[in-house]
């Protein structure tokens, strides 16, 4: 075999050599095709999620609506009591609207429309409406609740029993589980007095309601709002 030959071949079984450690095989392919699923499953999940929370809520939130009933505050006074009133100037705990219609709703709006809601208490509230039998909220201005802050609120939960008739309601803080009186509002205040109306699905509203437990309760959840229509939604 002549010399140039013998070179030539010899390059060639290393550039053949040096190609198989540089390219990986087929199984080695496949390990990193699996990882690459791995990683990339966890941020697909959390992007279903958060698409299905959004059309959770596009779904709790309906059409704008025309709701006529009766505007009261809700709030904690010196004493540490919870009162429905009718008759206010300004409101330090969370907007309600006993409604003609036979639900009660959580008013939600900017801190303008609060402040102008307080001065002049209104027989008719306008919104787009949206949650559940147990946790209506009439929105004066649009809202994104993923917006929210995620915060945890420790504090009592007080039942608001409407009655319809007098236009008002009964703030009850219940020895046991809520689910069997008829359908009603929450709020949840603090120990500084803070008041945040309770909103949320069906499903979380209920396992609130059967828990037997009032004092010292821990909820989870997005906080949106301000003075007068602070509302935390729980998960």
């Known amino acids: 075999m002549k010399k140039g030959t013998l070179i030539g071949l010899v390059f060639t079984l290393l550039f053949a ?4 450690f540089a390219q990986p095989s087929l199984s080695q392919y496949e390990q990193m095709e699996e990882q690459k699923q791995q990683i990339q ?3 697909e999940q959390q992007k279903q999620q958060m698409m299905q929370k959004k059309e959770m809520m596009k779904e709790m939130m309906g059409k704008k609506q025309i709701i006529e009933g009766n505007v009261i505050c809700v709030e904690v006074d010196e004493k540490g009591n919870v009162n429905g009133m009718d008759q206010f100037t300004e409101c330090d705990g969370v907007f309600m609207v ?3 219609d036979g639900k009660l709703y959580t008013v939600y709006g900017t801190e303008e429309q609060m402040k102008m809601m307080a001065k002049s208490p209104k027989k008719k509230v306008s919104g787009q409406v949206g949650g559940s039998q147990r946790a209506w909220v009439i929105y ?3 809202l994104d609740i993923q917006k929210g802050t995620q915060q945890t ?9 409407p009655s319809y008739e007098k236009g008002n309601v009964t703030p009850v803080v219940s020895t046991g589980p809520c689910n069997e009186a008829k359908p009603h509002a ?3 205040y603090t120990k500084d007095g ?3 109306a309770i ?4 499903e979380a509203i209920g396992k609130i309601e059967s828990n037997p437990q009032r004092s010292n309760v821990t909820l989870s959840g997005k906080v949106v709002g301000n003075q007068g229509a602070w509302i935390l939604y729980v998960e």
Not at 153 to 161: K, Q, S
């Open 194 to 196: 803070q008041m945040y």
């Open 153 to 161: 609120v420790t504090g009592t939960i007080v039942c608001l029993l």
């Open 140 to 142: 004066g201005s649009p």
């Open 186 to 188: 929450h709020v949840i």
């Open 41 to 43: 499953q966890p941020v």
């Open 199 to 202: 909103g949320g699905s069906e």
């Open 98 to 100: 006993v409604g003609k």
């Open 17 to 20: 050599f040096v190609i198989s």
